[in-house]
């Protein structure tokens, strides 16, 4: 998961929407900017043996630039025949600049010979996966106040004269800005095409602005955070009468408890169960883990192509412990709001005034599709943020901690 920080503009199309009530109108203006990606992302894979660490892995890659913040995902494959044989597979992000990518990939493949050569056991292979906005191109855009407050005023100015009324002056105005999906053509580059939008509301008429004139900002900010657990995915299959207890009970060195039971179905064989469980495991802590698991994969027996104990990794996860320990600043939030209120108040010719109100709604929910380190508001789609364990046939990436956010109310003063 990569951590982007965006404030938007440099505006290329626009979006309006129009409402007339008792005396006022509400406008929403929109434009769009589309962003070149300027990087092209390279998955380095490394094959090892279960008893080989993440540390001994970004050993052997020295020299690569790849380090531990590279990191992205691991899983495994599981041989049984003739015996069984566990592999695991380290998956590392490299952002590569498209000016850079015949040099790194040259160094890439220097490096997989070198590791092949002074590693036994260790084997790498490297793709390209994609491409990608740098944090830095994203951060060089902002959101051009001026222009959305113009083209709120002139769609205003339009709906009033239709009203048969003078347009008066902004009493409220709300903030929003949302980072859409990257748009792909069959054989296109994706682009990505960042929302910059205001909500206005002016006085119709000639009546003075009331006093309650607000503006509402909404700022929040994601925790970047390094998985520190791998999720281990354990099966036993056994008798159809043996109870769960007794599962757990055999299980027993592993760590596995009933608490990590998953879930437990048919396996297709007749009169037999196979019993499913997740256990969270530290990176320090896998190689014996894994070892822990062959040993009673070995106790448990099976048939040769089929043991009475399966055991892979699904991915990696933030634990809850590391992310209850991510703090929010609020004063850095109020701090990122007022920032971008004061543009949209100069934008619109009157004075930002005191903070009216803040509230913390929507700070416990991961916000899918924006960016960190904004002042903006906008309706975003939340993800679940918890641990989510997939089916036996995913790899579960390593779900990130919710944002901190406030929305925070200024006063406008005429």
């Excluded at 509400?26 to 380095?44: E, F, G, H, K, M």
């Excluded at 036993?236 to 990590?260: F, H, K, R």
């Excluded at 906008?378 to 046939?393: K, Q, R, T």
Aim: proline share 7%; with cysteine; aromatic share 6%.
């Amino acid at each position: 998961m990569i951590h982007r920080a965006l404030i938007l503009a440099l505006l290329v199309s626009a979006l309006v929407f129009g409402q007339v009530t008792a005396n006022f109108v509400t406008v929403t203006v929109s434009r769009y900017s589309n962003l070149q990606p300027d990087l092209v992302t390279i998955a380095v894979n490394v094959s090892a043996g279960p008893a080989v660490t993440l540390d001994q892995v970004l050993s052997a890659l020295q020299g690569s630039g790849i380090t531990l913040a590279n990191f992205q995902n691991v899983n495994s494959v599981q041989q049984y025949s003739p015996t069984p044989q566990l592999t695991v597979v380290w998956t590392f992000s490299l952002p590569v600049s498209l000016s850079d990518l015949k040099s790194t990939a040259g160094q890439l493949s220097t490096l997989q010979t070198n590791i092949a050569k002074n590693n036994p056991g260790l084997t790498m292979s490297f793709s390209v996966e994609g491409t990608q906005v740098s944090p830095q191109l994203q951060q060089s855009q902002s959101c051009a106040a001026a222009g959305l407050v113009a083209d709120a005023t002139a769609r205003a100015q339009k709906m009033a004269v239709a009203a048969g009324q003078p347009l008066g002056a902004i009493v409220a105005m709300s903030s929003a800005s949302i980072a859409t999906d990257p748009v792909t053509g069959v054989f296109s580059t994706p682009t990505y095409q960042p929302v910059c939008s205001l909500t206005a509301k002016f006085a119709l008429g000639t009546s003075p602005p009331v006093p309650t004139d607000t503006l509402s900002i909404a700022a929040s900010r994601t925790h970047s955070v390094q998985p520190d657990q791998v999720l281990v995915s354990v099966s036993v299959i056994a008798a159809l009468a043996v109870p769960l207890a007794d599962i757990v009970t055999e299980l027993q060195g592993s760590g596995i408890t009933a608490a990590n039971f998953s879930y437990a179905n048919g396996n297709g064989q007749p009169n037999t169960t196979q019993w499913t469980f997740s256990l969270p495991v530290p990176f320090t802590q896998l190689a014996a883990t894994l070892s822990t698991l062959a040993q009673l994969q070995q106790s448990l027996g099976g048939t040769r192509g089929q043991p009475n104990l399966i055991f892979y990794l699904q991915g990696t996860q933030t634990s809850p412990e590391l992310q209850a320990s991510q703090s929010c600043s609020f004063p850095a939030l109020v701090g990122d709001a007022q920032s971008q209120a004061q543009k949209l108040a100069a934008a619109a010719g009157v004075t930002l005034g005191p903070v009216a109100a803040v509230s913390e709604a929507g700070a416990s929910q991961a916000l899918a599709g924006s960016f960190t380190f904004t002042a903006l508001q906008g309706d975003f789609s939340a993800v679940y943020p918890g641990n989510i364990i997939p089916s036996l046939s995913a790899v579960l990436a390593a779900p990130q901690p919710p944002p901190c956010a406030l929305t925070v109310q200024f006063q406008l003063l005429h």
